[in-house]
């Protein structure tokens, strides 16, 4: 790999790593729920399953919250 040819974004770096099989691209919490790796100031894993039970109805619609 060139040094041109390095990652330039936090996004780019975690693709390259992904790519790799160095960083998984899908991981399971401890309860075995589906976790999802979130890009920020701060890059972390983080589950889900929560937020999908307040945002669904039983029906499977969507609920939309304003919380603003």
């Not at 991981?27 to 937020?51: A, E, P, V």
């Amino acid at each position: 790999i060139r040094l041109w040819d390095l990652p330039k974004t936090k996004q780019d770096a975690i693709l390259f790593f992904q790519e790799g099989n160095i960083l998984p691209k899908k991981r399971k919490c401890t309860n075995s729920h589906n976790i999802k790796l979130y890009l920020g100031k701060r890059t972390f894993w983080k589950c889900y399953f929560i937020w999908n039970l307040i945002h669904q109805s039983s029906y499977g619609d969507m609920i939309v919250l304003n919380l603003c």
